[in-house]
């Protein structure tokens, strides 16, 4: 059983450029999550998708971010015009259901730096 | 808003040590509480979980009791490993939204 799928595992990237991280959920689950990871700190909640739905995005900074879920394909989160702060640790995690009572399987993550 | 505070590491111990991880939460209902495990490099995975009041999860030796009276669910060990190295991060969830995480405790087992 393949786990949450995320690629690339590093990303190197010029402030100015565009960062696209990739997530393949588990088979079966159709609930993914991003969290943001910055060095000494706890995971900070960006956004939860659903197939072709953004459900919460309300973790997500209103500008130069923005994540979808196709129906068909991994889920991405986009980054433009990537500065210095950006530079964390990025997991997604998905889960078959709502996460009320559903804990969250998580993939290993991309590290983004940006020079 | 609801939020998780965990004592703050890192935290060292001697193996086979007893360990206690403090966690407390707010929430305004009734939420489900987890507490998570994440190796260096790696992604978070479940520890254990619990889901109502007086409940206690247990793991690999790990056990948490969801207290709601003092609103905690502190995180013990009777005799830590060196495997056991690793961060410990208290979670819980009350909505159907999004799973939300304290900052997290460092521990460090020495032989």
């Known amino acids: 059983n393949a786990g949450v799928m995320q690629n690339p595992r590093h990303l190197v990237r010029r402030r100015g450029q565009e960062a696209r991280l990739r997530c393949s959920p588990m088979k079966g689950h159709s609930h993914v999550y991003w969290y943001r990871q910055l060095p000494e700190e706890g995971l900070k909640f960006m956004v939860y998708l659903q197939k072709e739905n953004i459900i919460d995005e309300s973790g997500m900074p209103k500008e130069r971010f923005s994540a979808e879920f196709p129906k068909e394909g991994p889920s991405i989160l986009r980054i433009q015009q990537v500065v210095r702060g950006d530079s964390a640790a990025y997991f997604c995690?998905?889960?078959?259901?709502?996460?009320?009572?559903?804990?969250?399987?998580f993939g290993n993550g991309t590290r983004l730096t940006v020079t | 808003g609801n939020s998780v505070t965990q004592m703050e590491g890192p935290v060292t111990l001697s193996e086979e040590a007893f360990l206690t991880i403090n966690c407390t939460y707010t929430a305004t209902g009734y939420p489900s509480l987890f507490w998570y495990v994440q190796y260096p490099g790696e992604g978070l995975q479940l520890l254990l979980k619990?889901?109502?009041?007086?409940d206690k999860g247990s793991n690999k030796g790990f056990e948490a009791t969801y207290r709601k009276e003092t609103t905690s669910f502190h995180l013990e060990k009777g005799s830590v490993q060196v495997s056991d190295s690793a961060v410990y991060f208290c979670a819980l969830s009350e909505s159907y939204d999004k799973v939300i995480f304290g900052p997290g405790t460092s521990l460090s087992v020495i032989p």
């Open positions: 619990a889901t109502k009041a007086d």
């Open positions: 995690a998905s889960s078959p259901s709502a996460t009320y009572n559903s804990p969250l399987h």
